[in-house]
Nanobody
């Protein structure tokens, strides 16, 4: 089994910062891409930021210049530094590991974390 454990969510005032972390554990050989998604109440889940094993990144237009995604491949961990937070950033943030290769199967698969709440409010 492969699990993703997210941490770092919470309540922050507008203009504040938070750093989310997501660590993958299990019998992992490699993870191709890791990303952060979010789902606000009543809305569909959307991509926030994505990073490949080679370090290529892409961001949703709404977070460009404010959020930074990074990862430590050796630790199978991805981070999301969120600055200048706005009330519209309020959502449950989910981590995703894509194209995971594990020791017990030749089939690649995706894994989602359980989500962490981020609330931006004064």
């Amino acid at each position: 089994q492969v699990q993703l454990v997210e941490s770092g969510g919470g309540l922050v005032q507008p203009g504040g910062s938070l750093r989310l972390s997501c660590a993958a554990s299990g019998s992992i050989i490699s993870i191709n891409a890791m990303g952060w998604y979010r789902q606000a109440l009543g809305k569909e889940r959307e991509l926030v930021a994505h990073i490949t094993s080679g370090g290529s990144t892409n961001y949703a237009d709404s977070v460009k210049g404010r959020f930074t995604i990074s990862r430590e491949n050796a630790k199978n961990t991805v981070y999301l530094q969120m600055n200048a937070l706005k009330p519209e950033d309020t959502a449950v943030y989910y981590c995703k590991a894509a194209d995971v290769r594990a020791t017990w199967t030749i089939t690649k698969f995706d894994v989602w974390g359980q989500g962490t709440q981020v609330t931006v409010s004064s």
